[in-house]
């Protein structure tokens, strides 16, 4: 089976600080997406990546960034953290680029205070 | 813009009642549609994917079925482990990605 692992399940940040979300998965997949999931308003794309190095942004990159320096670990970067960016933050990989199922972690929830 | 609705938001069933959770879509070219479960806590786990109309996959006591307009996740006597939310998502032309809102389904003993 698949295992994405994100590195926190829960963390609390001050509004400015820098956060790192970290995310590795074990089955050599090319391809890692970083989402966030609020109520109301599903699960909404903030970046992927198809390989090391390569990063392109989702429906909502804006207040993020990502690093892809190694195959199985893909992070989330929040330069300078607001409070609208309380959250949860779902890591998922995939075998195939698009129309393939995504293999999600157990998330991190994020709160900016 | 694609839009992706799903219907009830919630739905209490007592173990053994079987019923359906429905997902409308509205895309430019569906190559996709992605059913998952997401227990409380947790990320969601894929179900299944259907690509064409009439298409229909089953997996235990759930059944995914697809029209060109909606899809649903029928659930055959279910039981208290099979309380969740269920997500679907589609895949439109573009490559695009939407996921719907969610059905938080429970199941009482």
């Known amino acids: 089976d698949v295992k994405v692992t994100q590195s926190s399940r829960y963390l609390v940040k001050r509004t400015g600080e820098k956060v790192f979300l970290e995310c590795v998965q074990d089955m050599d997949h090319e391809n890692m997406f970083w989402y966030r999931q609020d109520p109301g308003l599903g699960l909404r794309l903030i970046y992927f990546?198809?390989?090391?190095?390569?990063?392109e942004k989702g429906d909502i990159p804006e207040g993020y960034s990502v690093s892809r320096e190694k195959k199985e670990r893909f992070s989330l970067i929040l330069e300078s953290a607001s409070t609208n960016q309380t959250s949860m933050y779902l890591c998922?990989?995939?075998?195939?680029?698009?129309?393939?199922?995504?293999?999600f972690g157990n998330g991190t929830r994020l709160t900016v205070t | 813009e694609d839009q992706v609705t799903q219907s009830p938001e919630a739905l209490r069933l007592q173990e053994g009642e079987s019923s359906s959770l429905n997902c409308s879509y509205t895309?430019?070219?569906?190559?996709?549609l992605f059913w998952y479960r997401q227990d409380p806590g947790k990320g969601p786990e894929f179900l299944f994917t259907?690509?064409?109309a009439g298409e229909e996959k089953e997996k235990e006591r759930l059944k995914a079925t697809l029209t060109k307009k909606e899809s649903f996740l029928h659930i055959t006597a279910p039981k208290p482990e099979d309380s969740a939310t269920y997500l679907c998502?589609?895949?439109?032309?573009?490559?695009?990605?939407?996921f719907g809102g969610g059905t938080r389904l429970m199941v009482k003993p």
């Open positions: 990546s198809y390989d090391v190095k390569m990063k």
């Open positions: 259907l690509y064409s």
């Open positions: 895309v430019s070219g569906l190559r996709g």
């Open positions: 998502a589609v895949n439109n032309a573009g490559n695009m990605l939407t």
């Open positions: 998922a990989s995939s075998f195939v680029l698009y129309n393939s199922p995504l293999h």
